[in-house]
């Protein structure tokens, strides 16, 4: 088994809780604190951003192991006092069945794509097991944090379709690259199982807070009702210095409640998720390496994305809602960017026969213009920070170190 098949056999072997017909809510607690564990141990190993060279390679090293990993949480034995080469001591292989798709040598920033998207599906199972008294809040929680680490999860394959983008466009696979555009897919397809997933989870999770919450307002309402009727009889005074209250119907009524607040600030929280900027996001990743697409339908689509290009059309106000801040990030318009059209969320802008594609929501930037020796060129730059964001619009041409560049 190579290096990186470790890796993959150690992210298949301990979800295998995941793909069993009757979940068992209680195997998934040291699943996800080895998958987080998995994750801290690739990230030390490699410490600078997944944009990097480096996660571009294979791991270095082998995956922790399962089986150990599972025998320190249940007997509380710190590491270091585990003997993990001892012959009485069966080792990973011994329990489990080979991962499928071994042998590809994946590089770190895949393995980390399926590293945080099997976070994502053991989060979303914590939450369902969480509807019941005072645990609804909690279960919201865990299904906020299951949608955060698919949008980690899609960052990734983005830095991963951008380098491997960037190396087609000049002619090659490399020898850093060690994945192909079906693999790409595949990645953007397990994180499409995710977002599935988080979405049926989280419609399942409304409808019973719903229900629960019309439950217990059946319930709470004639409790206030009777409770306001003998205030109204016996003055607001007398009752606060009633002496002789059913403390054990105020304390019921108290707990009830409570557990009124915790469905409502779930449903708040839960209902204001916003997995459709997750699911355009994939699509889009998705869109980008689909090499089935004819000739003609190629056209049709640059078409479309030059009349998009041209449109004269502002994003609407609800895309807008998820733009990085105007104060920062001012609009072009204010350094004399020539505004042309927009597709959801990206602006289209022109100066000086230089292109500005502006992604608003992740502050990403792509501008193509006339290289003196390199010919047309583009220049892709993430997540930019407000000072570079003004100095490219002041100076397109500007160098930079941070960002892809394709002829």
């Known amino acids: 088994m190579s290096i990186s098949d470790s890796w993959t056999t150690a992210i ?4 295998s809780c995941l793909r069993r017909q009757a979940k068992d809510p209680a195997a998934v607690d040291p699943c996800l ?29 082998k995956a922790p192991d399962w089986i150990t990993f599972q025998y320190e949480i249940q007997n509380d034995v710190p ?9 009485t001591r069966r080792t990973q292989t011994d329990f489990i069945v080979r991962a499928p798709n071994t ?3 994946l590089d770190c920033r895949r393995i980390l794509i399926r590293i945080l998207e099997s976070q994502s599906v053991c989060l979303a199972l914590n939450a369902s ?5 005072n645990q609804w809040k909690e279960g919201a929680n865990q299904y906020q944090m299951s949608l955060e680490k698919i949008h980690e999860a899609l960052d990734v394959a983005d830095t991963q379709i951008s380098k491997w983008m960037t190396i087609e466009s000049n002619g090659g696979a490399g020898s850093q690259m060690h994945s192909s ?3 790409l897919i595949e990645d953007a397809d397990t994180v499409s199982i995710a977002i599935e997933s988080l979405a049926k989870g989280r419609e399942k999770f409304i409808q019973f807070g719903r229900k629960e919450k019309a439950s217990l307002l059946r319930e709470l309402e004639p409790q206030w009702e009777a409770r306001d009727e003998v205030k109204r009889r016996i003055g607001e005074a007398r009752w606060n210095s009633n002496s002789h209250a059913k403390n054990d119907h105020a304390k019921l009524r108290k707990d009830k409640e409570m557990e009124y607040r915790d469905v409502c600030d779930a449903l708040q929280v839960i209902e204001a998720m916003d997995l459709v900027s997750a699911t355009e996001k994939n699509k889009e990743l998705i869109s980008q390496l689909d090499n089935n697409a004819d000739a ?26 998820n733009r990085v801040s105007w104060s920062d990030y001012p609009d072009p318009t204010a350094f004399e960017w020539a505004f042309t059209g927009s597709s959801r969320y990206t602006e289209f802008f022109e100066k000086d026969n230089v292109k500005l594609d502006w992604y608003f929501t992740t502050a990403t930037m792509k501008t193509s213009l006339d290289h003196p020796t390199q010919g047309r060129t583009q220049m892709f730059r993430k997540n930019v920070d407000p000072s570079l964001y003004r100095k490219i619009l002041e100076d ?11 002829t």
């Not at 298949?12 to 979800?15: D, E, G, Q, V, Y």
């Not at 590491?79 to 012959?87: A, E, K, P, V, Y």
């Not at 003609?296 to 809602?321: A, F, K, V």
């Open 79 to 87: 590491s270091q006092l585990i003997n993990t080469n001892s012959s």
């Open 181 to 183: 555009k079906q693999d």
């Open 396 to 406: 397109p041409r500007t160098h930079t170190n941070q960002g892809y560049q394709r």
């Open 12 to 15: 298949f072997s301990s979800t």
């Open 103 to 105: 042998g590809h040598n």
């Open 296 to 321: 003609q339908q190629q056209q049709q689509q640059q078409q479309q994305q030059q009349r998009q290009r041209y449109n004269g059309l502002r994003p609407d106000d609800s895309l807008l809602e």
């Open 129 to 133: 097991a969480l509807r019941r008294p």
């Open 33 to 61: 604190k080895y998958l987080y564990h998995l994750e801290a141990q690739l990230r030390l190993s490699n410490p600078d951003e997944t944009d990097s060279d480096q996660w571009s390679i294979p791991p270095q090293h």
